[in-house]
């Protein structure tokens, strides 16, 4: 379906909101998928889910350049991904 793409550019950071409309994400899992190889969906074939890295190398990558990115229970349903990054 549809996601919702939000930037909000503030003094000292600028963070960037995906949200879906997904079954979510519980929240006790939340910090476990940006462990390497974790993958919550268990039925899906490797070969058209991923390998469970991405979660992974992104928040990697936003922490090398001093930010961050987390994910949130979305309101109404579904799951926030936000990426915040530090303004240099």
Known sequence: GAVDVTLIDAAASVEVRIEDRG???????RERVFEPYVRLEASRARHTGGAGLGLAIARAIARAHGGDVRLEAREGGGTSAILTLPRK
């Open 23 to 29: 079954p979510g994400i519980p929240a006790a899992e």
